[in-house]
């Protein structure tokens, strides 16, 4: 069975850092692209970055890029997030999905129960 | 990296049908065959239930159906019941391996 499992989520005051984790297990960690998604409180899912499968490429949404980091330790089948100059609207629960392969990586077919991020200003 | 536009609200009654739908740009879902939908109980890990527009993943209900045309996508639920109430997002590729969701659509079974 396929589980991804979050953590490191935390109260952290605005320009600050903080990291996320995932844990991966019950599939090859290192063949699947992965994806931070999240959600502020009352809002949407948002596309927030991708990783490809050896870690040598990586894609941001622009409301992170330059700010966020994504990165993905295969040999411990974990993925992570670093989140620097934190700001309010930050806010969020942090998913960690796996992408789905088909005719490519489009689709997002296993979640995570997402992690709690403040960012208090 | 605009949201796709979902409606906020729809529903029906158990038994009937509901329809949501996604509506997005030529760079988005008009110009990839790559929507997917995910159903989402609040608090819970949210779960793919199309994908590629309008493939199943095993498991998922054929009570859960998909398809796009131009630049608008969307999903069918036949057969309401009681557990499809949740919230609903699209996400389509929108190229350079980017990605982009829906607003939401938040779905009641009367």
């Known amino acids: 069975e396929v589980q991804l499992v979050e953590s490191g989520g935390n109260l952290v005051q605005r320009g600050g850092s903080l990291r996320l984790s995932c844990a991966a297990s019950?599939?090859?960690?290192?063949?699947?692209?992965m994806h931070w998604v999240r959600q502020a409180p009352g809002k949407g899912l948002v596309w927030l970055s991708r990783?490809?499968?050896?870690?040598?490429?990586?894609t941001y949404a622009d409301s992170v890029k330059g700010r966020f980091t994504i990165f993905r330790d295969n040999s411990k089948n974990t993925l992570y997030l670093q989140m620097d100059s934190l700001r309010a609207e930050d806010t969020a629960v942090y998913y960690c999905?796996?992408?789905?392969?088909?005719?490519?990586?489009?689709?997002?077919?296993?979640w995570g129960q997402g992690s709690l991020v403040t960012v208090s200003s | 990296q605009s949201a796709l536009t979902q409606p906020p609200s729809a529903s029906g009654s158990p038994g009937q049908s509901v329809t949501i739908s996604c509506t997005g740009t030529?760079?988005?879902?008009?110009?990839?065959?790559?929507v997917s939908w995910y159903q989402h109980h609040p608090g819970k890990a949210p779960k793919i239930i199309i994908y590629?527009?309008?493939k199943r993943p095993s498991g998922v209900p054929d009570r859960f159906s998909g398809s796009k045309s131009g630049n608008s996508a969307s999903l069918t639920v036949s057969g309401l019941q009681a557990e499809d109430e949740a919230d609903y997002y699209c996400?389509?590729?929108?190229?350079?391996?980017?990605?982009?969701f829906g607003t939401g659509t938040k779905v009641t079974v009367l």
């Open positions: 999905a796996r992408a789905g392969y088909s005719i490519g990586w489009h689709y997002f077919d296993s």
């Open positions: 019950g599939f090859t960690f290192s063949s699947h692209w």
């Open positions: 990783i490809n499968s050896d870690g040598s490429s990586t």
């Open positions: 030529s760079r988005d879902v008009g110009d990839y065959n790559y």
């Open positions: 590629e527009v309008s």
């Open positions: 996400s389509s590729y929108a190229g350079s391996n980017n990605f982009v």
